[in-house]
């Protein structure tokens, strides 16, 4: 059955196992305090999830947190309210979707479409539709056009590479003041943030 013709309540409810997992990383992470790499080995097995799904799951999820400030810098721009009145598991699932998007090459149609059936199955059809919109949002605008974005709209120079290389701001000045107290070029800060 072709999705535009389905009634809401026939459309796939959930999402596959490998981007659940992600989820189910991320929210531990963020919950427990937990560590990705102590979470992930043991959910995959438990779930019976191997090879591609394995390492689609892998990716989804420490891609997804390695670069969550710059994500949640770019669904800043996407949502009419502040990230933090937002249901953390909510926000969680708006960074897979963005990482999605922006970082791995998985079909937009794809991307959006499991984000908002994992938004369905685990946080509610309300949210669904608040992670459709938002999504549909971060597409229209190529990842370049995205940092060059966040960038502006950085304070300085410092804010703007912690911006677009996803690093808290205390971070990028302390490898700066490291690279100035060693006799090294402060140009190199990029490279060492990337």
Request: glycine share 8%; with cysteine.
């Amino acid at each position: 059955m072709h999705r535009g013709s389905a009634a809401p309540s026939q459309r796939r409810k959930g999402t596959d196992p490998a981007r659940a997992v992600a989820y189910d990383v991320l929210r531990q992470v963020d919950g427990s305090d937990a560590y990705a790499n102590l979470v992930l080995p043991p959910l995959l097995r438990e779930r019976g999830i191997r090879g591609r799904d394995a390492g689609f799951a892998t990716e989804l999820a420490y891609g997804t947190l390695r670069l969550r400030g710059r994500y949640d810098a770019i669904l800043a721009h996407c949502l009419d309210r502040p990230l933090d009145r937002l249901d953390p598991p909510v926000l969680d699932v708006l960074r897979l979707g963005t990482h999605q998007l922006l970082a791995m090459r998985v079909p937009q149609h794809a991307a959006v479409s499991e984000t908002v059936g994992l938004a369905r199955e685990r946080t509610g059809a309300g949210s669904a539709q608040l992670v459709n919109a938002v999504l549909r949002r971060v597409a229209r605008t190529p990842l370049d056009d995205w940092l060059t974005t966040l960038a502006d709209d950085a304070p300085d120079p410092l804010a703007a590479l912690a911006a677009t290389q996803s690093h808290p701001v205390w971070i990028a000045r302390a490898l700066r003041d490291a690279l100035a107290g060693n006799g090294r070029p402060v140009d190199e800060l990029d490279a060492l943030l990337a």
